[in-house]
T-cell receptor, first 113, second 116 residues
Framework: AQSVTQPDIHITVSEGASLELRCNYS??????LFWYVQSPGQGLQLLLK??????LVQGIKGFEAEFKRSQSSFNLRKPSVHWSDAAEYFC???????????FGRGTSLIVHP | GAGVSQSPSNKVTEKGKDVELRCDPI?????LYWYRQSLGQGLEFLIY????????KSGLPSDRFSAERTGGSVSTLTIQRTQQEDSAVYLC??????????????FGPGTRLTVT
């Protein structure tokens, strides 16, 4: 069965600092990986996705993520955080002919001025 | 273009009453999902529709929950005899025509259901 672990429930950073949100997955085949962001009172918005190819993927809003098969990880990074990045971030995994992704429990990002 | 819309945005109901939640997916998207998000929790999958195929209902928590999708477009999630534990945000998402596997999802803003 596929699963996703986001080890950090909350992350607090200062505005302008770099950010890395962790995501570890369990999946038997080549995974399809996603990062979504949810602002308060909103639905989820896709930040980036990995299906195949280059393991470093670029997304919207200056985010990037790196797929590391050996570590079963897909960590999200941003070099300089803005106050507007404060939100909930979800990692998701799918693939192998399944159309139902599995989501992690999310990481809440708090940005201090 | 228009995104996924959901109505109502908020719904307060008394325990034991039935509720209907509506989702309008993005035009041309053949896949539609319903999720439940409880406070501080991740997304709990409820049901998946793909075109005219039989839906995957494996995530529905009880027989009080049902959903239908008419004409391959609009979907309605119905909760009968609501309980307080049904209080949550119900999210709908749609995806483009099928890729080899799961594709990116486009989410609506959700319906916040409160059962008193």
């Amino acid at each position: 069965a596929q699963s996703v672990t986001q080890p950090d429930i909350h992350i607090t950073v200062s505005e302008g600092a770099s950010l890395e949100l962790r995501c570890n997955y369990s999946y038997g085949a080549t995974p399809y990986l996603f990062w979504y962001v949810q602002s308060p009172g909103q639905g989820l918005q896709l930040l980036l996705k990995y299906f195949s190819g280059d393991t470093l993927v670029q997304g919207i809003k200056g985010f990037e993520a790196e797929f590391k098969r050996s570590q079963s990880s897909f960590n999200l990074r941003k070099p300089s955080v803005h106050w507007s990045d404060a939100a909930e971030y979800f990692c998701a995994v799918g693939g192998g002919g399944s159309y139902i992704p599995t989501f992690g429990r999310g990481t809440s990002l708090i940005v201090h001025p | 273009g228009a995104g996924v819309s959901q109505s109502p945005s908020n719904k307060v109901t008394e325990k034991g009453k039935d509720v209907e939640l509506r989702c309008d997916p993005i035009s041309g998207h053949t896949a539609l999902y319903w999720y439940r998000q409880s406070l501080g929790q991740g997304l709990e999958f409820l049901i998946y529709f793909q075109g005219n195929s039989a839906p995957d209902k494996s995530g529905l928590p009880s027989d009080r929950f049902s959903a239908e999708r008419t004409g391959g477009s609009v979907s309605t999630l119905t909760i009968q005899r609501t309980q307080q534990e049904d209080s949550a945000v119900y999210l709908c998402a749609s995806s483009p025509p099928p890729a080899p596997s799961v594709s990116e999802q486009y989410f609506g803003p959700g319906t916040r259901l409160t059962v008193t």
